[in-house]
């Protein structure tokens, strides 16, 4: 009895601190979406799914300006596996935010290759927007409410939340067994750390460290017994070691948008058509069998939002 | 009353009760002070005092001599070396692990020659550790330094190794891993090492400090010995109105001779190892935590394109490294520096400026996500690189290295020498003198007979 109680507080908890959605679990964010206690502020003042209706209107200034271009400029990442991430053997990045990328273009430009891929660290996301240094960022940003309040997002193009990696020895069916008594490990400023701090699950301990995939180095070589991170970043990290696995429920559920500076209400409402068409057509679905199938599994439903 | 009875009486007293102690002091004193009272007897008293003072003089000259000698030869051939190991150590292990990351941005590309300098540091560091461990003292705090260093030195390459193995995977998680071993390099085997270099660097001063000391009781001996056979020959003189005694000329000459030599070995120590240790340990000093922040600073300079924006902590230890370089190390490491390693740290500036010139413009590359560009600009091969920037930086801090090591073995090189001959000497003088003393009082003494 007392159980359930406990675990409805946690699914609240856990849920209220989701929809605050303060950060990714990539580390080294922007320090204001990272501040646990913004976070109650913004609660109701936003909602994390709407954006500007689609349009295939292209008669925009700032279309026009790409199309003048020639070219897109995406800000994207290059460490995240199977998402943005630079391939070392052949240089190129590649990932399921790249294809995104593609689509965008070929959809503006006619051509998927008319695209410039901009490597931008987490920690300049944001700046990026702003100064306009990029078009748009597709790199498993995390659409928060503080983030709102800088840059416009598109409609969410993943649906996600956080999931705790653990060693498949483990045997873990859920996130409190999994982290009760245990050493547990997030990345700095992240969603994951504003969770663990909220509820700790009863963990013994808690490792902070700069990026989420420090914490596998440090579950490898025994440091650490889990992970708590970003459900997109979490798959990234079984795909790369096949005896940790993702264990229990998703939990703090959030969404994955694409970023755009505000002003560019144009370009934000033929993306949000770009994004309704690549669902339409089948590209997102492909290109979830291709990068995610593998880790996520071959069901998306859990990710579309 | 001759010697022989004096001697005479003490043996016949094997177990004296106390009255019988205090009977024979008594005796004894007074007879002291009777011998004082006849010519003869105040000039074999003279002669007593002043062969003691001589053999004295002999004897305090020899110890302290070897004892400077041993200082001296502590400072050349122990702990000058052993804190020259200490900073080499350092180096090692900052070289690698700015190799390591060098050699993983390269990836399959990397010449066999980046590999095999990695695969050096690390023999290298580990070779010197083991020197260092057999050269000091098992109590010493930096024996524990050492063995810290010897324990983490395999964790550290067996991380760098499995960075490797992900990487050539396609994987992520090898850029993790070298960062991870990077730190484990950064946040506590560096400070290790220095602590090391900290602790060899001590010790040289504390033998320095020894070294350089001044054998004040020699001096002053010699000086009191020189001021009673000046005043004995006085006396001499008034008494038996004889000008020249020559055994106590030559006496006087000895203790002459000794005082002179010790200010000449003295004077030689002073400006030979104050030179060795103005002019090139302390200049190598700051010039080797140029070389240290030198390369960390490229340390830090790959690892940024190692973690691909995962992290900003590169950045600003790249700051860190680069404004110690250019804001007091550069400059103190031209301090007192040897006129023969100016030039190269002259030059060593020159190609500071240029390296943060490339570095500028790699940075900018990468912050405009222009990743490839930032990567060419960084590794690539080719004169223009950052690479080439700081191999040039690394390589003029190292001939300055060179002139002030060689600097200090030219000015510290005899010192030692002096003194051991001062030792040898000082007890060859000391037993000339008394013979010359005895000789020369003997004849005075004669003349009462």
Same mark, same amino acid.
């Given at each position: 009895?007392?159980?359930?109680?406990?675990?409805? *507080?946690?699914?609240?908890?856990?849920?209220?601190?989701?929809?605050?959605?303060?950060?990714?679990?990539?580390?080294?964010?922007?320090?204001?979406?990272?501040?646990?206690?913004?976070?109650?502020?913004?609660?109701?003042?936003?909602?994390?799914?709407?954006?500007?209706?689609?349009?295939?209107?292209?008669?925009?200034?700032?279309?026009?300006?790409?199309?003048?271009?020639?070219?897109?400029?995406?800000?994207?990442? $290059?460490?995240?596996?199977?998402?943005?991430?630079?391939?070392?053997?052949?240089?190129?990045?590649?990932?399921?935010?790249?294809?995104?990328?593609?689509?965008?273009?070929?959809? *503006?430009?006619?051509?998927?290759?008319?695209?410039?891929?901009?490597?931008?660290?987490?920690? /300049?996301?944001?700046?990026?927007?702003?100064?306009?240094?990029?078009?748009?960022? %597709?790199?498993?940003?995390?659409?928060?409410?503080?983030?709102?309040?800088?840059?416009?997002?598109?409609?969410?193009?993943?649906?996600?939340?956080?999931?705790?990696?653990?060693?498949?020895?483990?045997?873990?069916?859920?996130?409190?067994?999994? *982290?009760?008594? /245990?050493?547990?490990?997030?990345?700095? $400023?992240?969603?994951?750390?504003?969770?663990?701090?909220?509820?700790?699950?009863?963990?013994?301990?808690?490792?902070?460290?700069?990026?989420?995939?420090?914490?596998?180095?440090?579950?490898?070589?025994?440091?650490?017994?889990?992970?708590?991170?970003?459900?997109?970043?979490?798959?990234?990290?079984?795909?790369?070691?096949?005896?940790?696995?993702?264990?229990?429920?998703?939990?703090?559920?959030?969404?994955?948008?694409?970023?755009?500076?505000?002003?560019?209400?144009?370009?934000? %409402?033929?993306?949000? $058509?770009?994004?309704?068409?690549?669902?339409?057509?089948?590209?997102?679905?492909?290109?979830?069998?291709?990068?995610?199938?593998?880790?996520?599994?071959?069901?998306?439903?859990?990710?579309?939002? | 009353?001759?010697?022989?009875?004096?001697?005479?009486?003490?043996?016949?007293?094997?177990?004296?009760?106390?009255?019988?102690?205090?009977?024979?002091?008594?005796?004894?004193?007074?007879?002291?002070?009777?011998?004082?009272?006849?010519?003869?007897?105040?000039?074999?008293?003279?002669?007593?005092?002043?062969?003691?003072?001589?053999?004295?003089?002999?004897?305090?000259?020899?110890?302290?001599?070897?004892?400077?000698?041993?200082?001296? +030869?502590?400072?050349?051939?122990?702990?000058?070396?052993?804190?020259?190991?200490?900073?080499?150590?350092?180096?090692?292990?900052?070289?690698?692990?700015?190799?390591?990351?060098?050699?993983?941005?390269?990836?399959?590309?990397?010449?066999?020659?980046?590999? =095999?300098?990695?695969?050096?540091?690390?023999?290298?560091?580990?070779?010197?550790?083991?020197?260092?461990?057999?050269?000091?003292?098992?109590?010493?705090?930096?024996?524990?330094?050492?063995?810290?260093?010897? =324990?983490?030195?395999?964790? &550290?390459?067996?991380?760098?190794?499995?960075?490797?193995? &992900?990487?050539?995977?396609?994987?992520?998680?090898?850029?993790?891993?070298?960062?991870?071993?990077?730190?484990?390099?950064?946040?506590?085997? !560096?400070?290790?090492?220095?602590?090391?270099?900290?602790?060899?660097?001590?010790?040289?001063?504390?033998?320095?400090? +020894?070294?350089?000391?001044?054998? &004040?009781?020699? @001096?002053?001996?010699?000086?009191?010995?020189?001021?009673?056979?000046?005043?004995?020959?006085?006396?001499? !003189?008034?008494?038996?109105?004889?000008?020249?005694?020559?055994?106590?000329?030559?006496?006087?000459?000895?203790?002459?001779?000794?005082?002179?030599?010790?200010?000449?070995?003295?004077?030689?120590?002073?400006?030979?190892?104050?030179?060795?240790?103005?002019?090139?340990?302390?200049?190598?000093?700051?010039?080797?935590?140029?070389?240290?922040?030198?390369?960390?600073?490229?340390?830090?300079?790959?690892?940024?394109?190692?973690?691909?924006?995962?992290?900003?902590?590169?950045?600003?230890?790249?700051?860190?490294?680069?404004? @110690?370089?250019?804001?007091?190390?550069? +400059?103190?490491?031209?301090?007192?520096?040897?006129?023969?390693?100016?030039?190269?740290?002259?030059?060593?500036?020159?190609?500071?400026?240029?390296?943060?010139?490339?570095?500028?413009?790699?940075?900018?590359?990468?912050?405009?996500?222009? &990743?490839?560009?930032?990567?060419?600009?960084?590794?690539?091969?080719?004169? +223009?690189?950052?690479?080439?920037?700081?191999?040039?930086?690394?390589?003029?801090?190292?001939?300055?290295?060179?002139?002030? =090591?060689? @600097?200090?073995?030219?000015?510290?090189?005899?010192?030692?020498?002096?003194?051991?001959?001062?030792?040898?000497?000082?007890?060859?003088?000391?037993?000339?003198? @008394?013979?010359?003393?005895?000789?020369?009082?003997?004849?005075?003494?004669?003349?009462?007979?």
């Amino acid at each position: 009895m007392r159980g359930v109680r406990n675990r409805a *507080l946690v699914t609240v908890v856990a849920l209220a601190a989701g929809l605050l959605g303060a950060g990714s679990s990539q580390g080294a964010d922007a320090p204001a979406a990272a501040r646990p206690e913004a976070a109650p502020a913004a609660a109701g003042s936003c909602d994390t799914r709407s954006s500007l209706p689609p349009s295939r209107d292209e008669s925009g200034s700032k279309i026009r300006a790409i199309k003048q271009r020639g070219k897109l400029i995406v800000g994207v990442d $290059q460490n995240s596996y199977h998402w943005g991430y630079r391939n070392p053997q052949t240089g190129r990045i590649e990932g399921f935010d790249i294809d995104l990328a593609h689509a965008i273009a070929k959809a *503006l430009l006619g051509d998927p290759d008319k695209v410039v891929l901009k490597t931008v660290p987490t920690a /300049k996301r944001i700046e990026a927007v702003q100064n306009g240094d990029v078009d748009l960022i %597709a790199r498993t940003m995390t659409i928060t409410c503080d983030r709102l309040q800088q840059v416009a997002f598109s409609v969410p193009y993943f649906s996600s939340g956080q999931r705790l990696v653990v060693p498949k020895s483990a045997h873990v069916t859920s996130v409190d067994q999994g *982290l009760r008594g /245990k050493r547990a490990c997030a990345a700095d $400023q992240s969603s994951s750390q504003t969770e663990l701090k909220a509820n700790p699950h009863g963990t013994a301990s808690v490792r902070i460290v700069a990026n989420q995939l420090d914490c596998l180095v440090l579950m490898q070589l025994g440091e650490v017994d889990a992970t708590l991170t970003d459900t997109t970043l979490a798959a990234a990290q079984t795909s790369q070691d096949p005896t940790v696995e993702l264990a229990g429920e998703q939990i703090a559920p959030a969404y994955t948008g694409i970023a755009m500076k505000k002003e560019n209400t144009d370009l934000v %409402a033929r993306v949000n $058509q770009v994004l309704a068409d690549y669902r339409s057509d089948g590209g997102w679905q492909a290109s979830y069998q291709h990068w995610l199938a593998a880790s996520m599994g071959t069901d998306p439903t859990p990710y579309l939002p | 009353m001759t010697p022989v009875q004096q001697q005479a009486v003490v043996p016949a007293q094997r177990q004296p009760s106390a009255p019988a102690t205090r009977r024979l002091l008594g005796r004894t004193t007074g007879r002291l002070r009777e011998s004082t009272r006849t010519a003869p007897g105040r000039l074999r008293l003279a002669g007593a005092v002043l062969t003691g003072l001589l053999l004295l003089l002999g004897a305090a000259t020899c110890w302290q001599a070897v004892g400077l000698g041993r200082a001296t +030869d502590q400072v050349v051939s122990h702990s000058e070396p052993l804190s020259e190991n200490a900073a080499e150590i350092y180096r090692s292990l900052a070289d690698a692990d700015t190799t390591a990351a060098g050699n993983f941005l390269l990836a399959g590309n990397a010449p066999a020659a980046v590999h =095999q300098r990695y695969q050096d540091d690390l023999a290298k560091a580990g070779r010197l550790l083991t020197e260092a461990a057999a050269r000091t003292d098992t109590s010493s705090a930096a024996q524990g330094s050492i063995a810290k260093l010897n =324990q983490q030195l395999p964790v &550290y390459s067996a991380l760098v190794a499995t960075a490797g193995t &992900y990487d050539r995977q396609g994987l992520p998680l090898g850029g993790a891993y070298l960062r991870h071993a990077s730190e484990l390099m950064r946040t506590t085997m !560096l400070p290790t090492a220095q602590q090391l270099v900290d602790d060899e660097r001590k010790r040289l001063d504390a033998d320095y400090e +020894d070294a350089l000391g001044l054998p &004040y009781l020699a @001096a002053g001996l010699g000086v009191l010995t020189l001021a009673a056979l000046v005043w004995c020959q006085v006396l001499l !003189l008034r008494r038996t109105n004889r000008v020249f005694n020559i055994g106590m000329l030559g006496a006087t000459a000895a203790v002459v001779l000794t005082l002179g030599w010790l200010a000449t070995a003295g004077a030689a120590a002073q400006s030979g190892l104050g030179d060795s240790r103005d002019h090139a340990a302390r200049p190598l000093r700051a010039l080797d935590q140029a070389r240290f922040s030198a390369l960390q600073a490229r340390a830090a300079e790959n690892l940024d394109l190692v973690a691909r924006g995962a992290t900003t902590q590169y950045t600003t230890d790249w700051a860190a490294d680069t404004k @110690a370089l250019s804001g007091g190390q550069l +400059d103190q490491a031209r301090q007192g520096a040897p006129e023969g390693s100016v030039q190269a740290l002259t030059a060593a500036r020159t190609a500071f400026q240029n390296w943060t010139a490339k570095h500028q413009a790699a940075a900018t590359a990468n912050d405009a996500g222009d &990743y490839d560009t930032a990567l060419k600009a960084v590794i690539g091969p080719g004169s +223009d690189s950052s690479d080439a920037a700081f191999a040039a930086l690394d390589q003029h801090l190292a001939d300055a290295a060179t002139v002030e =090591q060689a @600097a200090f073995r030219s000015a510290a090189r005899g010192v030692g020498g002096w003194w051991t001959a001062l030792a040898g000497g000082a007890v060859v003088l000391a037993a000339l003198g @008394a013979a010359g003393v005895v000789v020369g009082l003997g004849r005075r003494l004669a003349e009462y007979r």
